[in-house]
């Protein structure tokens, strides 16, 4: 009880020390870096508005904001226990021009446990370029695949001879040199950066090249800054009809939009009415031109080349330009192989990226259109 009222009286004495000013302005600092300010500011200021005009309907506005503030401070609790627990010891550098990527010439390895029990160890090599190994016999052939995009692409959750580009350089019978310059959290942007900047040199002799790109639906939100990772990745904007690399998502100004949208994200109760996750079809075009412009770019480097495009088709209409677009050049849509989800996808809670198993499905089907 003595705490207590030493709080109370805290809170009392600060609560007569804060002006209408202040308020203001912690309601404006409070959108960019933490909505709990707003909450708590809004409920102190009619609060004051109530003491001063004893109208109760303040009152009861300072009570609803305190409860936002008690409800998302409630939803911030995790009540849920997994059983899995992955322990990682990745490590990144930072390109100056595409962005985040594995520390080079690094063996990663990461563990997963179930209920203390290591069930799954991978391990991910990473070459001197500061891209995932795809163990070719030779890296110098003039027939070249090259692979971009995500995690499913980098072979998140698998070993290095269990990926997609490993298994299809064996499909190819090591005919082909193959490149793997996916990561986890990439879309097609920091490939994209990685050709307007030349950094090629380890498919430098390549001339008859396939350019396989893996594409699932958040790869879109990823290309506009729209998630909470890769703020250390090439921003991309349209001007006259052309696209320009302006810095990272992490430069200002844009990064107070990225604290903004990282503000909104962490509040349950704005997670009920607005997902700052969600994509338009600004950031629908700003992707098609990023492909666009990788493909007019490739054919400028490598001697006519081919693309093919992976699709996880999710059926949504604000992605249906992105759709037809793939669909007018080669590809492989995974909803049509008819592969069991158990298959897809690994089942472990928190990852769920495709299995060794997939990759080899996919090898296969890579394998019909390349030869």
């Not at 490590?91 to 100056?96: L, T």
């Not at 997902?275 to 490739?298: M, T």
């Amino acid at each position: 009880m003595k705490y207590l009222n030493i709080i109370i009286k805290l809170f009392l004495y600060l609560y007569s020390r804060i002006t209408l000013n202040l308020l203001i302005l912690t309601i404006i600092i409070g959108f960019i870096f933490n909505l709990y300010l707003i909450y708590f500011s809004f409920f102190l200021l009619f609060l004051k508005i109530f003491l001063k005009k004893k109208n109760f309907f303040y009152l009861i506005v300072s009570y609803i904001f305190l409860g936002f503030l008690l409800f998302d401070l409630y939803s911030k609790q995790d009540f849920t226990k997994s059983d899995y627990k992955t322990i990682s010891n990745i490590e990144y550098d930072v390109n100056q021009h595409f962005g985040y990527q594995p520390k080079k010439n690094s063996i990663l390895k990461e563990r997963v446990f179930f209920k203390e029990k290591l069930i799954h160890e991978f391990n991910y090599s990473i070459n001197k370029h500061g891209h995932r190994e795809t163990l070719n016999k030779s890296n110098n052939l003039e027939n070249c695949v090259i692979f971009h995009g995500g995690s499913f692409t980098f072979g998140q959750s698998v070993n290095d001879d269990e990926t997609l580009p490993y298994y299809t350089s064996k499909k190819l019978n090591d005919k082909y040199s193959v490149f793997n310059f996916a990561f986890n959290g990439y879309g097609p942007h920091q490939f994209l950066s990685k050709i307007e900047n030349n950094y090629f040199g380890e498919a430098k002799n390549c001339k008859k090249v396939f350019i396989v790109y893996q594409f699932i639906n958040d790869h879109v939100g990823r290309t506009v800054g729209r998630r909470s990772w890769g703020d250390k990745s090439p921003r991309y904007s349209i001007k006259d009809g052309k696209i320009y690399q302006k810095g990272f998502f992490s430069d200002y100004p844009y990064k107070l939009i990225m604290k903004f949208r990282k503000n909104m994200r962490n509040s349950k109760l704005i997670s009920i009415f607005y997902d700052v996750e969600n994509v338009n079809k600004k950031d629908v075009e700003i992707f098609l031109i990023i492909l666009k412009r990788i493909e007019d770019l490739s054919k400028k480097i490598f001697n006519e080349p081919e693309f093919i495009y992976i699709i996880w088709n999710e059926e949504k209409k604000i992605y249906n330009k992105i759709y037809d677009f793939l669909d007018k050049n080669q590809n492989i849509n995974i909803n049509e192989l008819n592969i069991s989800n158990k298959i897809k996808k690994n089942n472990i809670p928190g990852d769920n990226h495709p299995t060794s198993e997939f990759n080899f499905i996919i090898a296969k089907e890579l394998l019909k259109i390349i030869n």
